[in-house]
C-alpha cells in the first residue's frame, strides 16, 4: 500500500496533491471505502462515525469528490463470506481510514482480516486520520490507550516503524501541546512523529516523507 498518514485530514493543498499523487488520477476518477470502525470505541461514537462517512467531520476525507464512496465496517466482516467484501477492497483506489481509538482499529483490522489483506494492496491508497494513522504504528503510547486490547499492552499493527502523536498544540486539545509530545516519545522504544492538523507522512516503500504547512518534529529513542 501506498500510506498517506495525516493528523486531520486533507486539511490543505499540499496534502490534496500528495493524494492526487499517490492515486495516480484525479480523486473524481477514483473509487473508495470509509473505514468508521475506529470511532465507536469513543464517547459520541455513532455520531462521529456518521460525520466520517457523511462528509461532516472536519476532518475532510470522504468529503474529497470520489467517483463512488462505500462503507467497509470491520466489525460485521468476520460474520460474511470473504467474497462478499475481499474483492471490493482488492479494486478499490483508497481506503479512507477514519479517527478515533486505534486500538480497537488494529484489533478489528486483525480480527476482520483486512490486516492480512495489506501486502497484496500494492496499489491501494491508505488515507487515515488521526487514529486512523495512528494504527499503523508498532505502539501508540500510554498517553492514547483507552479501548484496552484483550491482551493488553499499546500495540498496533506494525505496518510502519515509527508512531504518531497527532494534532500536535490544537487549541481545543491543550494534552496535546509539545512539550506533552516530548513525554509520549520518551517512552517510546521506535522513534515518533508529532503532527499538527497541516501536516502529514507519506511512507512508499518504505520511504518517509514529511508534507506540512504547519508544525511537526520528529523524536528518536
Not at 498518514?5 to 484525479?26: E, M, W
Not at 484496552?148 to 490544537?170: S, T, Y
Request: proline fraction near 6%.
Amino acid at each position: 500500500m501506498k500510506l498517506l498518514l495525516t493528523s486531520a485530514g486533507v486539511k490543505n493543498a499540499s496534502i490534496r496533491t500528495t493524494l492526487v499523487d499517490l492515486l495516480g488520477k484525479r480523486i473524481e476518477e477514483c473509487t473508495a471505502l470509509c473505514v468508521p470502525t475506529a470511532a465507536y470505541a469513543m464517547s459520541g461514537g455513532p455520531g462521529a462515525a456518521w460525520r466520517q462517512i457523511s462528509g461532516r467531520a472536519s476532518t475532510p476525507m470522504s468529503d474529497l469528490g470520489w467517483k463512488s464512496l462505500g462503507v467497509l465496517e470491520l466489525t460485521a466482516l468476520p460474520s460474511l463470506d470473504a467474497d462478499l467484501w475481499v474483492p471490493l477492497v482488492q479494486e478499490t483506489d483508497a481506503l479512507l481510514v477514519g479517527g478515533g481509538d486505534a486500538l480497537y482499529l488494529a484489533h478489528w483490522m486483525r480480527e476482520s482480516g483486512l490486516a492480512d489483506l495489506f501486502p497484496s494492496l500494492r496499489d491501494t491508497v491508505y488515507l487515515g486520520v488521526s487514529g486512523g494513522s495512528m494504527a499503523m504504528a508498532p505502539q501508540v503510547g500510554e498517553e492514547f490507550v483507552g479501548w484496552k486490547p484483550p491482551a493488553g499492552g499499546d500495540a498496533g499493527l506494525g505496518v510502519v516503524d515509527f508512531a504518531m502523536f497527532p494534532h500536535l498544540d490544537h487549541p481545543d486539545l491543550p494534552e496535546n501541546s509539545m512539550a506533552d509530545a516530548e513525554q509520549w516519545a520518551a517512552a517510546l522504544s521506535v522513534p515518533g512523529y508529532a503532527l499538527d492538523d497541516q501536516t502529514a507522512l507519506t511512507v512508499v516503500d518504505g520511504a518517509v516523507d514529511v508534507i506540512s504547512e504547519g508544525n511537526w518534529r520528529l523524536f528518536t529513542p
